[in-house]
């Protein structure tokens, strides 16, 4: 569990303090945590750092024993792959805010600010029963697998934990291939089982659906009923792929305990069009 609350929280705040005015006063870094947050951090942990999606420094508390979906900066909520998907962006295209950006399936604290901080900033989500291309409860209606983006469009397509989900992947891939413009990228997280073969769990046939595994879903921010998972991408993720798509992918890694960037699973992929 590392250092004690009351440690990690007299450091940080000594921190926060030897940075200010001197005439401000430091804040009570007590008052940001909630009493289920203190349960938490003294539980499962925490420690102080620098959060880059609320651009403040913070406390990171773990919620539970899974830091990629649990390990929550104690401002904003964010999560460790919102946080590592943005650290690429500002790694790799620090011109981003500038840029062309369409991003599926938006939800969570990183969407919020690629939305807030981006010029050319789209979303979209998929409606089975609304036309494709036409707005509908906030956003536009696309289909990934038969995208109504017109060719080499956009700079940065943006998924996140998105493809593990589609019937065809093929399909999307090569929709987003079609869409970005020469050097544009695919940035995007997937839960992501280096340790495995990819496996297909679900499988399109001519009457609907085949399953080849125990049905396993995950949160939908549109749906209640959560998103069924299709694919387990594995270690032979990049090969499939950029044989899929004809554009060539790169796997980042991040470990960075100072911006809460730590856990399993924290990769992000970078596909290019060339």
């Known amino acids: ?41 003294e539980h499962y942990g925490s420690a102080p750092g620098h959060c880059e999606l609320c651009a403040q420094d913070t406390i990171f508390v773990r919620h539970g024993e899974w830091n990629r979906e649990q390990y929550r900066c104690v401002r904003c909520g964010s999560i460790p792959r919102w946080r590592a998907l943005y650290r690429v962006l500002e790694a790799q295209f620090s011109q981003w805010r500038d840029l062309t950006m369409h991003e599926s399936s938006p939800g969570g604290r990183a969407s919020d600010v690629l939305q807030q901080q981006c010029r050319a900033y789209e979303a979209s989500h998929y409606f089975p029963n609304q036309p494709l291309g036409t707005s509908y409860r906030g956003f536009r209606n696309e289909n990934l697998e038969q995208l109504t983006l017109a060719d080499a469009s956009v700079d940065l397509f943006i998924s996140q934990d998105v493809m593990e989900h589609i019937l065809r992947p093929s399909l999307a891939l090569q929709e987003i291939a079609r869409v970005l413009k020469p050097g544009g990228a ?22 609907g659906i085949a399953h080849h595994a125990e049905a396993e879903y995950h949160g939908n921010p549109i749906d209640k009923k959560g998103s069924l ?38 990769e992000v992929f970078v596909s290019r069009k060339h």
């Open 1 to 41: 569990m590392g250092l004690g609350l009351s440690k990690i929280l007299q450091g940080l705040q000594n921190k926060l303090a030897g940075t200010r005015p001197a005439d401000e006063p430091a804040k009570d870094l007590q008052s940001l945590l909630s009493t289920e947050q203190k349960r938490c951090a």
């Open 186 to 207: 695919h940035v995007f997280t997937i839960p992501w089982k280096p340790h495995l073969a990819t496996f297909s769990r679900v499988t399109p046939t001519a009457n």
């Open 229 to 266: 998972v299709i694919t387990d991408w594995g270690n032979d993720t990049v090969e499939i792929m950029d044989a899929m798509s004809g554009m060539q992918t790169d796997i980042v890694s991040i470990e960075r305990a100072d911006l809460g960037i730590e856990g399993e699973r924290l």
